[in-house]
């Protein structure tokens, strides 16, 4: 097992946030905390660290207990968003930080640096101060700092998030590469769920300190365990089954129906198991269409399909089509997102 976490809670005064949570990592894998702000992911992250310590519960790294086990003593490596490098440091020297701390020898230091700049691609770049390097770069010297000590497990609290969209997509890839060669246990904290899907092996959703559910990219989004959970990791239609219920899914009467857009169909004259829909707005999205109706009872449906499903250039605002579903979920009754 590469990270435990068995019943953990943690509050700040009256405030809980985190309720009992268990979760196991295993050795090797990447794992990515999910969740909206304040869902108390980074709490989780830090209680694993030893940054704050748990009200309750425990906790082991690879396999020994490191609940009152200090920062230092869990050797875990951490890169934060704004994890500044030392500026009076060049980047040679900042990797080389946590070595010097622990008394190794100058040329071993220079051969683990010489490694570590190679892994993450900053060969050439060892003479710069951060000043000289962009956010990417900055955010590679950090995780050459915390690999340098050969950490046990590396967790990392929204690494990326402070760079824009491109730099911030490379690096995933970046770092996913750097995994597969690694095989250090991570945990990475984000909310941003295309992120997790695109890194982890496994996604953890929480919600409100707990967690919501622990499933493959795959099973978070194609089995939600939630309404939450369908809503958080992709967009969803929530529908009355009153109103819609019979031609596009089936369920209790007093249900929701959970939709994807890219679920959902549009014809141009009424089809068997099909509801009426007036088009409100169609846009452009590069590949694909996105409609949003309006449905008779007033709700608004949005539909994404391929350009080439839909002869849609005679289409107005206000025209009637035609939705069909070729997939629906329902939940607990009264449940909403
Ligand atoms: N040191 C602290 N003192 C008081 N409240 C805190 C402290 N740290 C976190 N919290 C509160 O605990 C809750 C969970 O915070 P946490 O940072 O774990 O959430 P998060 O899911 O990581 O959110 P974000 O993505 O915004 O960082 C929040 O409501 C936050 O305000």
């Given at each position: 097992?590469?990270?435990?976490?068995?019943?953990?809670?943690?509050?700040?005064?009256?405030?809980?946030?985190v309720?009992?949570?268990?979760?196991?990592?295993?050795s090797g894998?990447?794992?990515?905390?999910?969740?909206?702000?304040?869902?108390?992911?980074s709490t989780l992250l830090r209680l694993i660290a030893g940054l704050e310590e748990a009200?309750?519960?425990?906790?082991?790294?690879?396999?020994?207990?490191?609940?009152?086990?200090?920062?230092?003593?869990?050797?875990?490596?951490?890169?934060?968003?704004?994890?500044?490098?030392?500026?009076?440091?060049?980047v040679r020297q900042n990797v080389?930080?946590?070595?010097?701390?622990?008394?190794w020898k100058p040329a071993a230091?220079?051969?683990?640096?010489?490694?570590?700049?190679?892994?993450?691609?900053?060969?050439?770049?060892?003479g710069r101060y951060p000043s000289q390097l962009s956010g990417g770069q900055?955010?590679?010297?950090?995780?050459?700092?915390?690999?340098?000590?050969?950490?046990?497990?590396?967790?990392?609290?929204?690494?990326?998030?402070?760079?824009?969209?491109?730099?911030?997509?490379?690096?995933?890839?970046?770092?996913?590469?750097?995994?597969?060669?690694?095989?250090?246990?991570?945990?990475?904290?984000?909310?941003?769920?295309?992120?997790?899907?695109?890194v982890a092996d496994k996604i953890v959703v929480m919600n409100q300190g707990q967690i919501e559910q622990i499933g493959s990219p795959a099973e978070i989004y194609d089995q939600p365990a939630t309404p939450f959970v369908m809503g958080f990791v992709g967009s969803v239609n929530v529908l009355p089954y009153g109103v819609v219920g019979q031609q596009l899914g089936s369920g209790p009467l007093a249900s929701n129906l959970f939709i994807r857009p890219h679920d959902l169909d549009l014809h141009l004259?009424?089809?068997?198991?099909?509801?009426p829909g007036q088009l409100r707005r169609l846009t452009h999205m590069g590949r694909d269409l996105q409609a949003e109706l309006i449905l008779e009872g007033g709700d608004v449906v949005m539909v994404v399909l391929p350009r080439e499903r839909l002869d849609y250039a005679s289409l107005n605002p206000g025209d009637c089509l035609h939705i069909t579903s070729r997939m629906a979920r329902t939940f607990e009754p009264d449940y909403a997102i």
């Open positions: 097992m590469g990270i435990r976490v068995a019943n953990v809670s943690k509050s700040f005064g009256d405030f809980q946030a309720k009992d949570v268990s979760l196991d990592v295993d894998s990447l794992v990515a905390l999910l969740g909206p702000s304040g869902s108390g992911k009200d309750a519960g425990r906790v082991w790294i690879t396999g020994e207990e490191a609940t009152n086990r200090s920062v230092q003593d869990r050797q875990v490596g951490f890169v934060f968003q704004h994890f500044a490098l030392f500026k009076h440091r060049n080389a930080f946590g070595l010097e701390l622990r008394g230091i220079k051969r683990r640096v010489d490694e570590l700049l190679e892994l993450v691609q900053l060969q050439g770049y060892g900055r955010q590679r010297v950090a995780l050459a700092r915390a690999l340098a000590v050969q950490p046990r497990v590396l967790l990392l609290d929204e690494p990326f998030s402070a760079l824009d969209a491109k730099v911030r997509k490379e690096l995933r890839a970046w770092l996913r590469n750097l995994h597969d060669e690694m095989h250090v246990t991570t945990v990475i904290v984000t909310h941003d769920q295309e992120e997790a899907m695109e004259s009424p089809q068997p198991d099909s509801v």
